[in-house]
Nanobody, 126 residues
């Protein structure tokens, strides 16, 4: 069982940056693959990025590739999403998710993940 709490969201102008954090409870964080998803009003939840349990592999949606970096610090039970060159279309609620099991790729679909945070709002003003 793992509990996830996101932080770092907020309002930013287009072209700006934000760093989202997801703090996880539990002693087995390092055995979970982690992902970030987002959901804009009226749209389905979509994959943003994922990172393997050890942090050696990362994956990105085309929409954020080159502008975002996912990372993790297993000693701090935390996963991060650094987002740069933000656009209005990045506006959404961002969710952190965890998937049990040591996989190189945790997955790109919501159904792949076992645990979810409550979300943090990111608003980008154009």
């Amino acid at each position: 069982q793992v509990q996830l709490v996101e932080s770092g969201g907020g309002w930013v102008q287009a072209g700006g940056s934000l760093k989202l954090c997801c703090a996880a409870s539990g002693r087995t964080f390092s055995s979970y693959g982690m992902g970030w998803f987002r959901q804009a009003p009226g749209k389905e939840r979509e994959f943003v990025a994922a990172i393997s349990w050890g942090g050696g592999r990362s994956y990105y949606a085309d929409s954020v590739k080159g502008r975002s970096t996912i990372s993790r610090d297993n000693a701090k039970n935390t996963v991060y999403l650094q987002m740069n060159s933000l656009k209005a279309e990045d506006t959404a609620v961002y969710y952190c998710a965890a998937r049990s099991g040591r996989r190189d790729f945790p997955g790109g679909h919501s159904d792949d993940y076992n645990y979810w945070g409550q979300g943090t709002q990111v608003t980008v003003s154009s």
